[in-house]
């Protein structure tokens, strides 16, 4: 039998063949004294979001949701002394769990022990250490090479999931693997036709998956002979593709289709992406700190680095949830709402709300946006940047559109006056 990791008393299961690792779950007979039987409340959600996984993840929660139950109906100040004792792995799995009353009851607080935002930790990237010596060294000079470049973007602002190293050396292990199976050990021994055979054996896997290490690899050799050669891709950067994007009027018609047949949070989250350029993701995550009124008691949101003003039917749908999900949003200070997601239960999961409601066209109503944007002469690439967030590369793939445009818009008599300039007669004399 399980001890329960919050009130301690030994759980009971009404299953022969499994054992309840938490009261929460449905098998689970649970002792005297659970948290979830008591008549607090707020220990009951502490116990209700404690769920079970064999993790390291479960344990941080498990100690996080104990030192917060037990301090919960306890003053504000026993309460950040409980989370100023967590670890940040710990925090993190608190707020990602917890049900959004406590979230509320514990966002202010945090936003007062910590100054860093509450993220996961970077995955350690995995080298199996039983890989001949000739593979496994190779690969731990990449992944410290990518530790030092990821590092470097960090330091530079950039931010990349958790996940990013872990699944940058994914592939190169698994042909690691793969070449071993073969008897190879080591990379020298690799000949492209193993590279063809691995992918062959893996269809999955993007042949980019692998250039970066094979780029890596061959850098690494001092005397191969690149002198002389022109090397492709390495000087100048290639122009992103064309984002597609639609017309303003076509736009307004798609957002009208989406005001129509779906709910009015759906409709404000879509014109989030459509009009703003928040990326679905970003629009469907929008915590409720990114919301405040100005001085004249308009709605204002950031998307990017600035705040925007945004239209009164819109700013109507948006202050109407937040009044129900982060009360008090107006007169927050700093970033106490970090972690209430405004349209937490409100919008379909994220891929249905990419799919259902935006129509699986998300990134073109982004980029339409943008496009937008543009035309209305916000032609100065920084602020479109801060405004809406979007990369200068984006930007710049959609600006090859407007030059088109432009073009094709000039008023017919001025492309007459150059015409004549360029014969010589534009009676000058
Ligand atoms: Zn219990």
Redesign the pocket.
């Known amino acids: 039998m399980r001890r329960?990791r919050?009130?301690e008393?030994e759980?009971g299961t009404n299953r022969s063949d499994k054992e309840a690792h938490?009261?929460i779950v449905k098998s689970a007979v649970?002792?005297d004294?659970?948290?979830?039987e008591g008549s607090s409340g707020l220990k009951a959600m502490c116990?209700g979001a404690l769920t079970y996984t064999p993790t390291q993840q479960f344990e941080d929660r498990a100690v996080a949701f104990r030192k917060i139950g037990d301090a919960i109906d306890k003053s504000d100040l026993h309460l950040r002394n409980a989370l100023l004792s967590l670890t940040p792995e710990q925090r993190f799995e608190l707020m990602r769990r917890a049900c959004p009353e406590l979230k509320v009851k514990l966002s202010p607080l945090l936003a007062d022990v910590q100054t860093e935002k509450v993220k996961p930790p970077d995955r350690e990237p995995f080298i199996p250490d039983d890989l001949p010596e000739g593979l496994k060294s190779e690969l731990v000079r990449y992944r410290d090479r990518l530790k030092r470049r990821h590092e470097l973007l960090l330091k530079r602002g950039h931010s990349r999931s958790p996940r990013y190293l872990s699944e940058l050396l994914k592939m190169p292990v698994r042909l690691a693997r793969f070449l071993q199976a073969e008897g190879i050990t080591s990379w020298d021994g690799m000949r492209k036709r193993d590279i063809v055979s691995f992918l062959a054996a893996n269809p999955l896997v993007r042949p980019t998956a692998l250039t970066r290490l094979l780029r890596a690899i061959s850098e690494d050799k001092p005397f191969s002979e690149r002198r002389g050669r022109y090397v492709r891709g390495r000087t100048a950067s290639k122009p992103s593709p064309l984002q597609e994007v639609l017309s303003p009027a076509e736009l307004d018609a798609a957002l009208a289709g989406i005001k129509e047949s779906r709910s009015d949070v759906e409709y404000a989250a879509a014109w989030l992406v459509g009009k703003l350029g928040m990326t679905a993701a970003a629009a469907h995550g929008l915590t409720a700190d990114l919301l405040r009124l100005d001085e004249t008691g308009r709605l204002v949101i950031r998307p990017a680095k600035v705040w925007v003003v945004v239209p009164k039917s819109i700013a109507k749908i948006l202050a109407k949830v937040a009044d129900e999900v982060a009360p008090g949003w107006s007169g927050a200070n700093a970033n106490e709402f970090e972690f209430i997601r405004l349209f937490d239960n409100k919008l379909p999961k994220l891929d249905d709300f990419r799919s259902d409601v935006l129509g699986g066209d998300a990134r073109r109503l982004r980029a339409s946006a943008v496009y937008t944007a543009m035309l209305r002469g916000n032609l100065d690439r920084v602020t479109l940047n801060q405004t809406m967030g979007v990369s200068i590369a984006t930007i710049t793939s959609i600006e090859r559109h407007l030059s088109s445009d432009l073009h094709r818009k000039v008023a017919p008599e001025l492309v007459d006056a150059r015409n004549k300039v360029l014969r010589g007669d534009d009676g000058a004399d």
């Open positions: 329960c919050l009130c008393g759980i938490v009261c649970r002792p004294g659970c948290w979830l116990a």
